[in-house]
């Protein structure tokens, strides 16, 4: 008896495969907690074209703000309400394939959010974290957002001032000024789900690739899954160090200021400017 295997399965695509590890390991690592956190990865029509008929659109989806740089663009998206735990178990109730309209005012569903589900509510901060980040890194692709546990703690218990933040996580792993050279952002508090914070959000990324949002979660941008992940990954070892390190008094010795300068000119990164005090 032989199996066959269905090479052309949408679940044998690259892109689903990495949308569907990396639901799993978020949700494994606790930082996507019931339906917390949403991820959006822009796709290339031929990425798509081997897996499925694109002119099939199965419905069609309003948004209240203008998304027209992003027209005809392909995204992989998680759904709203939808728990990271059950993505492996059931990709096409949790998430789905988008197409962002002509006019820029709504999206076709492709693929998937089986039982009337739609994008993530984040998606207005996700587009214009796309648009903003498409401007800057031609080759940019991820939007990442998770409730990731230390960096949540630190928003309640540390200066939100985005240069004393940056150099704290700085700080707490020789890495960090390597991964994040462009530091943190940090919005005021803002009601999520809304333009609003989607807008203050996108502001931010136009310098720096993760976001805080303050007393709920991060969001990441990059090129690949994996190195959103890795960045989000680098900043929330940062905070769980910090913790640690109050929960046993407070630092006695650090990385200094030049330590910090001296190992971005090493690994030829430029740190931010104003946060290292020289
Ligand atoms: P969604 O379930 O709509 O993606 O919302 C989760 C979340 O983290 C809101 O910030
Ligand atoms: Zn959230």
Redesign the pocket.
């Known amino acids: 008896m032989s199996i066959i295997v269905n090479q052309n399965s949408l679940y044998n695509a690259p892109f689903f495969q990495e949308m569907i590890e990396t639901t799993t390991n978020l949700y494994r690592l606790g930082w996507?907690e019931r339906?917390?956190?949403?991820i959006s990865y822009l796709l290339h029509e031929y990425e798509l074209l081997p897996f499925m008929n694109v002119d099939h659109v199965l419905r069609t989806v309003p948004m209240n703000f203008d998304a027209t740089p992003l027209a005809g663009k392909y995204f992989i998206v998680?759904?709203?309400?939808?728990y990271f735990k059950n993505v492996k178990r059931d990709p096409a109730e949790n998430i789905g394939i988008i197409r962002i309209a002509e006019d820029g005012g709504s999206y076709d569903i492709l693929w998937g959010f089986e039982s009337g589900g739609v994008?993530?509510?984040?998606l207005p901060t996700h587009l214009m974290n796309h648009i903003q980040r498409l401007t800057v890194d031609p080759n940019h692709r991820v939007i990442m957002?998770?409730?990731a546990t230390h960096l949540l703690a630190m928003t309640f218990t540390h200066s939100l001032q985005e240069e004393d933040f940056t150099k704290t996580l700085w700080e707490m792993c020789t890495e960090c000024i390597v991964v994040f050279p462009d530091g943190v952002g940090v919005v005021p508090w803002i009601i999520?789900?809304t333009n609003a914070i989607g807008e203050a959000t996108a502001t931010k990324m136009k310098e720096t690739r993760l976001v805080l949002?303050p007393h709920?979660?991060v969001f990441g941008a990059g090129t690949t899954m994996d190195e959103v992940f890795g960045l989000i990954e680098t900043a929330e070892k940062a905070a769980e160090v910090y913790t640690i390190v109050c929960a046993q008094g407070g630092k006695k010795q650090t990385i200094t200021d030049q330590q910090l300068f001296d190992l971005a000119r090493a690994f030829h990164v430029s740190p931010r400017e104003g946060i290292l005090k020289l």
């Open positions: 996507d339906n917390g956190g949403n998680t759904g709203s309400g939808k994008a993530t509510s984040e957002h998770c409730h999520p789900g949002w709920h979660g």
